[in-house]
């Protein structure tokens, strides 16, 4: 399925933000974004610091506000670029392209570091911290699951998209630096098993990903592993041993290959 604009149309950006009690960082964000070399037609900033609710949800009620033919999506303690707008906007000049997915920097000691997926990975990749999608595939696909509290519902938004039709396009050159370097990857059963229900055959290449020396050594592929094969609420069970089994040999296998070199 592909969605493009009329030559009468004009192309303009609504900008969501979801922010939870982070001020100096969402002030920061909004200051890059005051300072574009093209202005987005909106910001929307949902705070959900009392209700807390998720991203997902926040992120819900920002994109429905706009009427902006595209949404990009960041997140509070992001820095756009100064030319993040615009880089949007040369990406959809082109016909064809339903969505795009940018660059992601941090840094550590001062040294510039990238946070892109693996060259080769296909489906563990997706950040809504630097992504934008024309607004009738929203409308389209329903928006984020709101059932991810917190963690990939940008990846499971992404891939609903994919099934649907869509196109998501790679667009190195549309940046967005995350000063705050990371931790450790979080474990969150639930958004992990709703990612996996998803499409069990894209999620082995996300079970990939979080498989190293590191993560074997500190006991959090274990960790993680466990709480897949016992976790359980209202909106999830946990996977079966056969699940379970089959997710972890594809993982291993895709991590190994990914190891030598043969993807």
Known sequence: MKIGASDSDVLSVDVVIPTFRRPEHLDRCLKALESQSVSPASIEVVDDSDEDRGPAFSRNIGWKKGSASIVAFTDDDCVPSSNWIESILKEFEVEGVDAIEGSVTTEDGGVLLSMDPHPKDRWNRFKTANMAYRREV???????????????????????????????????????????????QRIMPRSEILLYRCDKKKYAEVAAGMISFDTLKNGKLKELRKSLRTYDDEFVGPLNRIESFFLWTRGFLLAFWRKIGMR
Do not use: K, N, Q
């Open 138 to 184: 929203l409308e389209e696909i329903g928006g984020f699951d709101e059932r991810y509290f917190i963690h990939r519902e940008d990846t499971d938004i992404a891939w609903r998209a994919i099934s649907s039709g869509f196109s998501i396009s790679w667009a190195p050159e549309c940046i967005v630096h995350h000063p705050d370097r990371p931790g450790m």
